[in-house]
């Protein structure tokens, strides 16, 4: 990942909210940054080493500025601790991407969940509907308001914006959000396991298209088969064994194929590969139904094969 990087440098470093720290990067020497879109996110490659996805949650026409909000992670892998604790002003990090799986669609209307840190990929959605004049409203909950980032950049938006603590009033109303499919409205969610299952259970039976998860934890997927099978890599001409417990990326890389991945959980979308035969068994918390039906694309750090063979755009 770090040889793929751009390098940049942490310009400024604020408190968001309890817990919640933003990053401002910019490039060195003050230079254009790639250009991205509402939901997109970046690999921030750390100098310790580690490398982790946000959500950009800046201002996209700024074109010489990224924007990402780093939640502490008491139980994380470490990386959300050095960014609060020994990331400083004026260090170096490298940028991967912006990548976009969470992408924004047109709609007459937009109605945006968002639950704690899962404001990040909302807030520049909510400015790009404001930006068109679409009618939306945000839905946002958190423990407490203190922990709450970004309440002072939504204030403006007045009552387009429910803000929900849950010491002050309990849950998301979710059942007068979502108690009717509205074919006109989409809905954009973003927040812990829970409040997406709990999303994703009042849409069952809605018809495709009109809700949009992301998700910041791999869900968990039950297994379809775990047996070996082999992956042709069409393009090089080799063929591999994948057994249990090993995923395709591995197997790949121990052949000599590089495939460039980061997270390594199916969330991030770094490791998307053409899938040219064969059925994959999808493992990701990225595609939507349609998509994992298609089959013509999967991703191998986590996602195996439904059968014996498959044949793959590497």
């Avoid at 803000?163 to 969610?189: F, H, I, R």
């Avoid at 396991?193 to 018809?207: N, T």
Wanted: aromatic share 6%.
């Amino acid at each position: 990942m770090a040889d793929t990087a751009i390098e940049l440098r942490v310009v400024a470093k604020e408190r968001a909210a309890e817990d919640v720290v933003a990053l401002t990067l910019a490039r060195p020497d003050g230079g254009r940054l790639p250009d991205w879109t509402p939901g997109a996110h970046i690999d921030l490659v750390l100098p310790n080493g580690l490398t982790r996805q946000y959500s950009l949650c800046g201002d996209r026409w700024d074109a010489r500025t990224y924007r990402v909000g780093v939640l502490r992670e008491p139980g994380g892998r470490g990386g959300s601790a050095f960014v609060h604790d020994d990331l400083a002003v004026g260090d170096p990090v490298g940028i991967g991407g912006p990548r976009n799986n969470f992408r924004l669609v047109p709609s007459e209307r937009y109605l945006f969940i968002a639950g704690g840190i899962g404001i990040t990929p909302l807030l520049p959605m909510v400015r790009q509907a404001e930006m068109l004049g679409a009618d939306w409203r945000l839905l946002y909950g958190g423990r407490t308001r203190s922990s709450m980032a970004f309440l002072d950049e939504l204030e403006p938006h007045g009552a387009k914006v429910t803000v929900v603590p849950q010491d002050e009033q309990g849950l998301l109303d979710l059942g007068t959000y979502l108690a009717d499919e509205d074919p006109a409205t989409k809905v954009y969610c973003c927040g812990p396991a829970p409040l997406l299952e709990a999303v994703e259970g009042r849409c069952a039976g809605w018809r495709p298209g009109l809700l949009r998860t992301e998700r910041f934890v791999a869900r968990e997927n039950g297994a379809v088969r775990d047996e070996p099978f082999e992956v042709e890599l069409k393009r090089t001409g080799v063929t591999v064994t994948v057994p249990p417990g090993r995923s395709v990326l591995d197997a790949a890389g121990d052949a000599g194929v590089s495939v460039l991945s980061s997270c390594r959980q199916g969330l991030c979308g770094t490791c998307e590969t053409a899938v040219l035969d064969g059925v994959p068994d999808h493992r990701d918390s990225i595609l939507d139904d349609d998509e994992r039906e298609a089959g013509d694309c999967m991703f191998v750090c986590v996602s195996r094969s439904r059968g014996e063979r498959l044949v793959l755009d590497l």
